[in-house]
Structure formats: C-alpha cells, structure tokens
C-alpha cells in the first residue's frame, strides 16, 4: 500500500470510528469526552464532577441554546438593518420604545456596577427577547410589508419564542412536546420572514 493509500485508510478509519463513537454517546447519553477542543482545563477538572445524568441533559439542551442563540442575534441584527436603512444616526434614540431604552440603561448599569466585562457597547445588546418584539410592533410602519407580512402573526410567533426561550435560558430541560413546539415556532418564525 503506498502512502497516500495509507494515509487514506487511515483518515477513513478515523472518521468510521468518531461515527461509532457519537453513536454510543448518544445511545448511552454519555460524553466520552474525545479530542482536546471539546473541554478546556476547568472542564477537565470540574465537569466530570457532576453527575453523568445532568451532564447528559446539559448536552442535550445545548443545541437548544445554539438555536436560541443565533435566533436572537439574527433577530437584533435584522432590527440594526432596518434602522440603519432609515438613515437615522440616532435610530436607537429616535426609534427605539421608552421603556426598551430605560431598561437597558438600567442592564448596562449594572453590569458596570457588578465590574464584569461589558457584553457590548451596542445598547440593543442588553435588550431581552420580548423587547425586541416591542421595538418592532413599535415601528409596524418599517417593518410591516417589508420583512413581516402581519402584526398579529409576529405577535402570536414571538410570543411562543419567547415562552419556549424561557426554560433554555433559566436551565431547565424542555420536555418532548416543547422540542416539537420550538421547532414549529422556528418554522413559524422563518415562514413569517419570507
């Protein structure tokens, strides 16, 4: 066998391997924990000191933060895009509710009291989800026939968002039904967009 062959053999073998491996992971709800970019050196030393059950359902809940996560963000830079298309410099002050701005100030203030890193220094960072369904009934009149077809059907999708968001982001495990429901509001969410 040349060495390319060999080499071939090898990368196919590694890859049959890893397959078999998720498998098992994934059958037995464990985490073999492979590879040195799966856990940093305070994951190696304290993760393993949590039960295996709660380890298992931390993994399963992930993926269910990683939709969340780029749900929200895609949903503040849609805002950012349509703002930024008024030509408004000051869109934040001159477009964004109130109550949204009073709220975040109070975020941010506390972040900078409790002497972390700020998140950002944009302040629609710090907004939460149901505030930004707020900023965008706020401004029906740039949104609406743009990006969404009807006031009511964006209400009526944030909301379930908003209420399956809650568990992901409080942790607690999302039940069968819920992992359903998510995946028709983000169904719902992308119909709504087209």
């Not at 895009?81 to 934040?92: I, R, S, Y």
């Not at 028709?184 to 087209?194: G, H, K, N, V």
Request: proline fraction near 4%.
């Amino acid at each position: 066998m040349n060495r390319t062959a060999a080499i071939k053999s090898f990368a196919m073998t590694n890859m049959l391997l890893e397959a078999d491996l998720d498998l098992i992971e994934k059958k037995y709800q464990i985490d073999l924990i492979r590879g040195t970019d799966k856990a940093s050196q305070i994951e190696d030393a304290y993760f393993p000191q949590f039960n295996a059950e709660l380890r298992a359902e931390a993994h399963g809940m992930a993926k269910h933060y990683e939709v969340f996560y780029c749900l929200e963000k895609s949903i503040r830079q849609l805002i950012i895009d349509v703002f930024e298309g008024t030509e408004d410099p000051e869109w934040w002050e001159n477009l964004v509710p109130e109550t949204v701005k009073v709220n975040t100030k109070k975020s941010i203030k506390r972040e900078k009291e409790a002497a972390v890193t700020p998140r950002s220094s944009d302040p629609i960072d710090y907004t939460t989800f149901g505030e930004l369904g707020e900023i965008i009934k706020a401004n029906w009149s740039l949104f609406g026939g743009v990006v969404f077809n009807d006031i009511k059907a964006m209400e009526k999708v944030m909301s379930a968002l908003n209420s399956l968001r809650n568990p992901i982001a409080h942790c607690s495990p999302l039940a069968e039904d819920e992992v359903l429901r998510l995946e028709l509001a983000l169904r719902d969410w992308f119909r709504i967009t087209s």
